[in-house]
């Protein structure tokens, strides 16, 4: 039987990514993340619409060249519909209806937050059923997928995502954008030593907009007294606000784990990358005898090798789209 060769496309945000997915193993995940947006602390959609339609043509044939193949191997192109920004969203997809006509090949459209769940399964298949926490800078949700590869989501956030509350804050401390990979270095010499509240919100959703005030009104205080105060205590500043945050990701995760009976528990999306939370979710499973399915880095944050997984997926089942579809803003998991 011939190969399946998936090309993968992201650029629901501000990274640009393609990758090549050869019977389901990944060839090729190339990303490119655009670092414009740090001066402006956070995502410029213009900007990041300009820069994915300079890099999405050299990615691309980079993309191949590593994967050691030409176009004409190909057999389907999968492309992120959303969630995302339309502007970012429009250039990977225009970009996959032009190739797809070209070559005439299927195009396989992927919602960008199933193929979260799916990085989970690019390096190996964790027993079902499976407890994702899916928590990036625009998502917070548990998902629980049973035996049958249904998705059902259990709780989200009901404001921030936990992304958006880690940059959001970082900000107010004076970190670069994105503030979460600098948060977790700056944390690890520090001590959680100052508490903040941790929202009650029922089930097994999140609110964390509460925290983010919190921080803004102890910090203007603290500052008033002593403007040197984050200077002196970003460290443990850090390190507080990324405890905060971790515990209650992980306490509903656990909770959610215990309720459906998960044999396996996993994360996916940026903040998975998080090295607190990987080590926190490790002693969890290891407390209940669950298996631990924690992503490589390259396949937390967004990147193709995820979109081409899921294109791969669908490739299985026949499920093509037809080339009139638009992106979507939002684009609800099932
Ligand atoms: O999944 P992603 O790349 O893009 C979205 O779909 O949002 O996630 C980006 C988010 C940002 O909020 C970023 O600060 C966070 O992931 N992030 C981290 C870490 N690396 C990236 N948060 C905490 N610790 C990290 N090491
Ligand atoms: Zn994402």
Known sequence: MSKITILGIESSCDDTSVSVVIDGE?????????????????????????????????????????????????????????????????????????????????????????????SLFIDEKPLLPLICLTVSGGHTQILLISENFKIEVLGQTLDDAAGEAIDKTGKLLGLPYPAGPEMDKLAKNGQAKFKFPMAKVNDYNFSFSGLKTSVLYFLRDQLNSNPQFIKENLNDLCSSIQDNIVKSLITKLELAAIDKNAVSIGIAGGVSANSQLRKELSILCIKHGWNCSIPKLSYCTDNAAMIATAGYYKFLQFEFSEDSFLPLARYPIS
């Open 26 to 118: 990944v060839k090729s995940n190339l990303i490119s993340s655009q670092w414009i947006h740090k001066k402006f602390g956070g995502v410029v959609p213009e900007a990041a619409s300009r820069l994915h339609v300079e890099t999405i043509v050299p990615l691309c044939d980079q993309a191949l060249k590593e994967a050691g193949i030409t176009k004409s191997s190909l057999s389907a192109i999968a492309v992120t519909r959303g969630p995302g920004l339309i502007g970012s969203l429009l250039v990977g997809i225009s970009f996959a209806k032009a190739l797809s006509i070209c070559l005439k090949i299927p195009l396989i459209e992927v919602n960008h937050l199933q193929a979260h769940v799916l």
